[in-house]
């Protein structure tokens, strides 16, 4: 019976970036994936001629080889950088409100403040005055929180423990008088997938900082180029991995993991698992509930299942100029009402709201020649998905398809005759490619009771770990970088016994 130093379930950014540095330090692992390829989100599909990119829209924490973040220290550390090529991204994002009102930010922080004060002349100085916030407040972050300081307290880091969980909306009324203002700054609530009033200033401020100190990034290849480099990182380091093999039990003992049995039925000695599937699935379906202990479990009912996505991928036979695409990163909405639309992310209704990302503008080559693609995403939650019956899903999904793509023809009004390949995704689908509970693509909702605060990545089942989204922050950045530091407690653990 083979017997692992540990076994990794699920080829996700947190498994696989866990699993890779355990065999990096030398250890004897498996890992198991469902799909039949690495990735998770972090994934790519073909229709046509074009393959598709799944999920990966900015990359944030890149930087540049002249000024690293700390995305491209850790692909670094793991010896990956070299079989990479990432594309920085133009500018930060463009927002539209169709008929009214076309901005596009650039990723300096002069530039941004500069274009703003020329369109919101009356609150040129506030915008200066917020950004001079986001950057105390970042830095105090950075300094305090991410550099742990053993000294950290309000006297030292005032800004950030005034401002740390106070919503963005507030502080966001504090400095503005427009709420057109207030929505283009705060736009990225559609990426961290909670409103405005819901989002804790901490987590604007550290995005806004984030991508404009390090620069919002693509890869060559797409998501599936990076997740392949760390599969084959792994792989040269003596790691094992099986696809199409879903881990069916964590089999568990005397409050300590004994063993995996695969889908297949084999069962694989070990007293270390690091999940990255989601903590529901591995608490409820994975390990006899006698096993469970109760403390986990009521820990479920504090949190709440985060947004799914709807994603319509376009292959589009034109270059992106033709239909009038020139920035990688356009967000567009019909609304300032953010809260609004955050409710309609819950039914079947139209939001109003939608990322048009065509990563051929920073990427030429990235689609074949004369063609680009365009991915038009807006989060929804899986529960509205449930209540459709299987007789009703292709209608539904076609219907919900329609009306985004008819949000977008108010920007690009040829896109649609260009349309070579379309494919759509609904929360169902995620659930589908994923496992996990409502097709949640960053875990737990990312408010701030369910953020990586009060979130651990250690059972207190003995030997069990998790890794990516549902212990942390969604994203690339933060579940890739949570595999490593999973990684490391194990090894710490491991050196302990
Ligand atoms: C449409 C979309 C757009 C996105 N846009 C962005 C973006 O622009 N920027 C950004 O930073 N993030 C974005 N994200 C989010 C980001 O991709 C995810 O938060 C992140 O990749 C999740 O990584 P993870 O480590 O949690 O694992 P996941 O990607 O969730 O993967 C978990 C893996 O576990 C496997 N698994 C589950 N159960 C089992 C089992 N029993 N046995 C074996 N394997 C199992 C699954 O098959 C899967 O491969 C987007 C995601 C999507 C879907």
């Not at 693509?218 to 180029?225: F, I, R, V």
């Not at 991995?241 to 409050?255: P, Q, S, T, W």
């Amino acid at each position: 019976m083979p017997v692992y130093d540990a076994v990794v379930i699920g080829a996700g950014n947190g498994g696989m970036t866990a699993a890779l540095t355990l065999a990096q330090a030398g250890k004897k692992v498996l890992l198991l994936e469902r799909h039949n390829i690495p990735g998770g989100c972090a994934t790519s599909f073909v229709r046509g001629r074009f393959e598709f990119e799944v999920a990966l829209h900015q990359l944030s924490g890149m930087g540049s080889q002249e000024r690293p973040g700390p995305l491209r220290a850790i692909l670094g550390e793991m010896g990956v950088m070299d079989r990479l090529e990432f594309v920085e991204i133009e500018n930060l994002y463009r927002v539209v409100f169709p008929g009214t009102f076309d901005i596009t930010l650039p990723t300096n922080r002069e530039g941004l403040v500069a274009e703003l004060a020329k369109l919101f002349p009356g609150e040129g100085d506030a915008v200066s005055r917020f950004m001079d916030l986001v950057y105390r407040f970042s830095m105090e972050m950075v300094q305090g929180l991410f550099f742990h300081d053993p000294d950290i307290s309000k006297e030292k880091y005032p800004v950030y423990f005034k401002y740390a969980f106070r919503n963005s909306q507030e502080v966001l009324d504090e400095f503005f008088e427009s709420p057109l203002l207030k929505s283009i700054l705060s736009v990225y609530w559609g990426y961290v997938g909670v409103p405005p009033s819901m989002l804790p200033f901490g987590d604007l401020a550290i995005m806004l900082w984030a991508y404009i100190e390090f620069k919002p990034y693509h890869l060559k290849g797409g998501s599936q180029a990076m997740s392949n480099a760390i599969l084959d990182a792994y792989l040269a380091a003596g790691g094992e991995v099986r696809f199409n093999c879903a881990a069916k039990k964590i089999v568990v003992g005397g409050g300590a993991v004994k063993g995996v049995i695969t889908e297949q039925g084999d069962r694989v000695e070990t007293g270390c698992v690091v999940s990255n599937a989601s903590t529901i699935h591995t608490y409820i379906d994975l390990i006899d509930r006698e096993e469970v202990p109760a403390a986990e479990l009521n820990a479920f009912k504090s949190h709440t299942i985060g947004p799914s996505a709807f994603t319509l991928y376009m292959g589009l036979d034109c270059e992106p100029a033709d239909v009038g695409i020139h920035e990688t990163t356009n967000f567009i909405t019909t609304t300032v009402d953010a809260d609004r639309a955050f409710d309609l992310w819950k039914t079947m209704e139209q939001q109003g709201w939608a990322l048009l990302t065509c990563y051929d503008v920073s990427d030429p080559d990235f689609s074949p020649p004369g063609t680009c693609q365009a991915a038009l995403v807006a989060l929804q939650y899986g529960d509205p998905w449930y209540a459709v019956s299987p007789q009703e899903y292709a209608d539904a999904k076609y219907r919900y398809a329609e009306g985004m793509l008819q949000l977008a023809e108010r920007v690009f009004p040829k896109i649609r005759d260009h349309i070579e390949e379309v494919e759509a995704a609904t929360p169902l689908t995620h659930l589908r490619y994923l496992g996990h509970p409502g097709g949640a693509i960053y875990g737990f909702e990312q408010y701030a009771k369910d953020s990586p605060y009060f979130l651990t990545n250690r059972s207190s089942i003995r030997g069990l770990y998790f890794a990516g989204a549902w212990v942390g922050s969604g994203g690339f950045q933060p579940t890739l970088t949570s595999g490593r530091s999973t990684a490391r407690a194990v090894l710490k653990a491991l050196k302990n016994q």
